[in-house]
């Protein structure tokens, strides 16, 4: 009889670890093992579980990440850290299958994986094919713009806006945040995005839980040759051509748009793109849409643990 793979999810009780327990739990293709509540912050008790497990998804802080990493010394664990710690570290892999060619053959041979952040999921989406196919020059500064449900700024911002007897509630329907221009993310855009300069990320929260845009505004005279829209969406349609999770929209259903909806892709780990504009314009505006839990965070998870364990790609999604 074989014996299925044994997954730990280190923070389950998290928002995120929540997500992907829900998208786990009840698949013949694999065990959940849990750690006994009352043990939870015993290191010895921690330690046996992450050793012993056949994958571990980290949904935990940055620091708490980097030391339940170190207490995995069974080297044939896979490792998933939802944080942002490894996200740029030598010897992890990135966990966007969509990158290239390449990636989802590396994410299958890894044993540590870092999964996306949420907004680079929908920046990366869009810059990365244009850099690669030599539309966009890798040291042209770009800046995304992005607004996200609350859910996409972590507990504090939960906590925020959904206690009403938190201080800081307010009412506030949109506001905009990182206005220092460090927004964790950015680090991983400018990395896994292939590009040399440095881009303006500029997020906003709306009142609503979950649902992401992020947005690419680009000139058209500024990319590499005699560019169009047209041209801009080819690239991205070929790109992803043959990805199950990613879809391009026409350039037809574009124009025949009037808005956006964040909240369109809620409950999925699909990734929507779209090539706004108009040709006599000289413009062109991308917008990634998905949902900051899911293609942004649990889905994605998910679907970096089938391929880590050989499993079917689009199980439990």
Not at 50 to 73: G, K, S, T
Not at 211 to 222: R, S
Not at 296 to 312: C, E, F, W
Request: with cysteine; net charge negative.
């Amino acid at each position: 009889m074989t014996t299925l793979p044994k997954v730990f999810i280190d923070g389950e009780a998290g928002t995120t670890g929540l997500q992907i327990r829900e998208r786990l739990v009840g698949r013949k293709d694999l065990q959940m093992v849990s750690i006994d509540p009352d043990r939870r912050k015993d290191p010895l008790a921690r330690k046996a579980m992450l050793n012993d497990a056949d994958a571990v998804i980290l949904c935990l802080p940055d620091d708490a990440a980097r030391e339940a990493v170190a207490l995995i010394d069974n080297p044939a664990v896979k490792v998933i850290d939802a944080s942002t710690a490894h996200r740029t570290a030598a010897g992890w892999t990135y966990g966007f299958p969509e990158l290239d060619e390449a990636q989802r053959g590396k994410i299958a041979a890894s044993t540590r994986v870092s999964n996306p952040g949420c907004y680079a999921t929908g920046a990366i989406a869009l810059a990365r094919p244009l850099v690669s196919a030599d539309i966009i020059a890798p040291d042209l500064p770009l800046s995304f713009n992005a607004v996200s449900g609350y859910t996409g700024g972590g507990k504090a911002m939960i906590a925020e806006f959904e206690d009403e007897a938190a201080p800081n509630y307010t009412r506030a329907p949109y506001r905009i945040y990182a206005l220092t221009l460090n927004h964790k993310h950015v680090p991983e855009i400018q990395s896994h995005g292939g590009l040399l300069t440095r881009p303006i990320f500029t997020p906003a929260v709306g009142r609503y839980a979950q649902g992401m845009l992020v947005e690419l505004p680009l000139h058209l005279g500024m990319l590499n040759g005699s560019q169009s829209l047209s041209d801009i969406h080819e690239a991205l349609a070929s790109h992803y051509a043959r990805e199950p999770f990613v879809e391009v929209a026409s350039l037809s259903e574009a124009r025949a748009m009037t808005t956006l909806d964040p909240e369109g892709l809620n409950g999925t780990n699909r990734l929507k793109l779209f090539v706004f504009g108009a040709e006599d314009s000289g413009q062109v505006r991308l917008v990634a849409l998905l949902d900051n839990l899911g293609k942004g965070a649990s889905g994605a998870a998910v679907q970096n643990l089938n391929l880590m364990l050989g499993l079917k790609e689009g199980a439990g999604l």
